[in-house]
């Protein structure tokens, strides 16, 4: 996690010298974003080496959600929302804060965002070969950035399209209490990071 931090310093104290960039004017921007990501989020004990990689929240997935950023100058600060592994087992959603920089350089803009958030975990463990009771839910506190890259057209510019990749790792976890249908009582430790990327639209006004 700390390399991946430095790296991001690093992006951004570039941006900020770069003669081409400028800081753009404020506003307000509206986005819905799909994309794809890979979950590493469960740390198994014991007992559960028959949960298949989907049962474990270790395999990639789909994800969707929406945006509102404020704009002013280079600052942005905006919200979150999120919905993870819709249609399959290990249901996520996640509702957060974003704060960073943005920079316009021509038509594009680079945006580096932090974020904080409240992330949910549902359905934890779902495999009913391997598991016969478990949390339905549990909620963690995650951390993450956020880089983008984003172009203004049509009419005034209202009309926005670009993509995100993030990387998110929740600073709290949990212990949680399974029942195996062959081994009896397990446990599992709920807490990890999950990357992606996402292709991004809507307005800005």
């Known amino acids: 996690m700390s390399h991946a931090l430095r790296s991001c310093l690093v992006l951004c104290l570039g941006l900020a010298t770069a003669p081409a960039l400028a800081a753009g004017g404020s506003g307000v921007d509206l986005t819905l974003h799909y994309g794809g990501d890979k979950y590493d989020a469960v740390g198994l004990r014991s007992g559960l080496g028959g949960v298949r990689s989907s049962g474990r929240l270790q395999d990639t997935s789909t994800s969707a959600g929406a945006t509102v ?5 280079m600052g942005e600060i905006g919200v979150i929302g999120e919905i993870g592994r819709p249609g399959q087992d290990g249901s996520t959603s996640l509702l957060g804060a974003l704060l960073g920089v943005g920079f316009d350089t021509g038509p594009l803009r680079l945006e580096l965002l932090g974020e904080l958030g409240a992330h949910r975990y549902g359905d934890l463990l779902r495999d009913s070969a391997v598991l016969t009771r478990s949390h339905k839910e549990l909620w963690l506190v995650s951390a993450g950035v956020r880089p983008g890259l984003s172009i203004r057209f049509g009419p005034n510019d209202m009309l926005l399209l670009g993509i995100w990749t993030f990387a998110r790792w929740d600073v709290t976890s949990r212990d949680v209490r399974v029942t195996l249908a062959s081994d009896g009582d397990s446990t599992y430790r709920l807490g990890g990071a999950q ?9 800005s006004l």
């Open 69 to 73: 950023i404020l704009r002013g100058g």
């Open 195 to 203: 990357y992606g990327a996402a292709v991004r639209a809507g307005f």
